[in-house]
């Protein structure tokens, strides 16, 4: 990897770590300056003179708190997820493209958050010291939901999603499928090239909406043998059964979550309640101490939600080595990837901040993996 290019990716991926940190101080300072200014309790008077039905006002209160929020973000949302994008060169949208792009992730939001918003909400009402407890058990049927709902509602809304034409692609990908028992017959091809330069490929949905897709960048960008190792990984997900481990694992993160939560609230309303005219942890008012108390836990949870997805990462990897027995190709995808993730970081920068393996461990893993099978492998395909 040249030194210019290496310099550059590390610089991208470090700047993260400061802005996960700012992220989250000015989260907590707006969520400060919103109650301090009444701003979710206008919010929630105006729901409730609205509709008598406790759910609607929920879901009222949810959705204008959301548009609330999303205003104030988005001079925020448009340097990190814009101006930065296009300064690292790794975005393809224009301005118009990033907020219509931002609009549609608003509706979306608005509709899924208010819905179940609302449920939390009458959860706490009914049980408003044990709320948590009653919330931690109902999230995997909440994540498996989504799962099943996002592949075949909310992913086309923003990209095209078509079935792979391309046979001398498809085929292997499905013979590798059908060789190691994953009951899949089509793979798809979505158009993230109008977004993004970045390759990729996914495993989405869950129980019988559960897909294979793989990005136009990773088409055009990635040989026949770097396509095949990558989609040997996304099998690998499916084989491994790591959708429904993830709904596990991090329900019991989340259920740690809702337990912070719950004590951050009655810390922050003791001291500053009565200022800010909460009625209680079930009033709508209260929802920015809510989010401000789950965003420091995940915040500082992020090395183990980190290491859960990670660990799952490298179980796939190696599938995908087995599988598709390309390690030239996984260690030069590898390469690809590390255009925008640092390529070499340290042990704990890498147990703390990555949610995949490194480019250097994974190019570790593939020669390796090489070198116990020289023997049995055809001559390297060229690089593209």
């Known amino acids: 990897m040249p030194a210019d290019a290496r310099a550059k990716s590390d610089a991208y991926f470090e700047g993260g770590y400061i802005i996960q940190v700012w992220n989250l101080a000015l989260g907590l300072a707006i969520t400060g ?37 999303a205003l104030i973000d988005l001079p925020n949302d448009y340097y990190t997820g814009f101006i930065r994008e296009h300064r690292f060169g790794l975005s393809n949208l224009t301005t118009g493209g ?61 990209n095209k999603y078509t079935p792979l034409a391309d046979a001398k692609v498809r085929d292997p990908i499905l013979s590798m499928a059908r060789a190691n028992g994953v009951p899949v017959d089509n793979v798809l091809q979505f158009d993230a090239s109008k977004q993004t330069k970045r390759i990729s490929a996914n495993v989405s949905g869950a129980l019988n909406t559960i897909r294979v897709s793989l990005n136009d960048n990773l088409l055009n960008r990635c040989t026949p043998g770097e396509i095949q190792t990558v989609m040997g990984h996304e099998l690998g997900h499916y084989v491994l059964n790591h959708v429904y481990k993830h709904v596990i694992s ?41 989010m401000a108390g789950f965003s420091i836990f995940m915040f500082f949870a992020t090395p183990i939600r980190n290491t859960i997805i990670r660990t799952a990462e490298q179980e796939a990897d190696y599938y995908g080595l087995n599988a598709a027995r390309q390690p030239d190709g996984f260690a030069t995808t590898a390469l690809k990837l590390s255009e925008y993730r640092k390529l070499k970081p340290g042990p704990w920068e ?25 023997a049995e492998l055809p001559p390297a395909e060229p690089a593209k």
Not at 104 to 132: A, D, E, H, N
Request: hydrophobic share 55%; net charge positive.
């Open 350 to 374: 890498e147990k703390i901040f990555f949610d995949h393996p490194s480019g250097y461990t994974r190019i570790l893993t593939a020669m390796r993996w090489k070198a116990e099978h020289l």
């Open 250 to 290: 991090f329900t019991l993160l989340i259920c740690a979550g809702f337990w912070f939560t719950n004590w951050f609230y009655g810390w922050a309303s003791s001291r500053w309640g009565a200022a800010w005219g909460l009625r209680g942890i079930d009033d709508f008012a209260g929802l920015p101490v809510i």
């Open 33 to 69: 300056a919103l109650l301090k200014f009444g701003v979710p309790q206008k919010l929630r008077n105006i729901a409730e003179n609205k509709f008598q039905s406790r759910y609607l006002q929920g879901a009222l209160f949810i959705a204008m708190f959301a548009v609330v929020s």
């Open 98 to 158: 990033w907020l219509g792009e931002q609009l549609k992730g608003l509706i979306v939001g608005m509709i899924v958050f208010s819905l179940i918003g609302s449920l939390l909400y009458k959860g706490i009402r009914s049980s408003p010291q044990r709320w948590w407890v009653r919330a931690s058990l109902a999230t995997p049927c909440f994540m498996i939901f989504l799962m099943v709902l996002a592949p075949v509602f909310i992913a086309p809304l923003f």
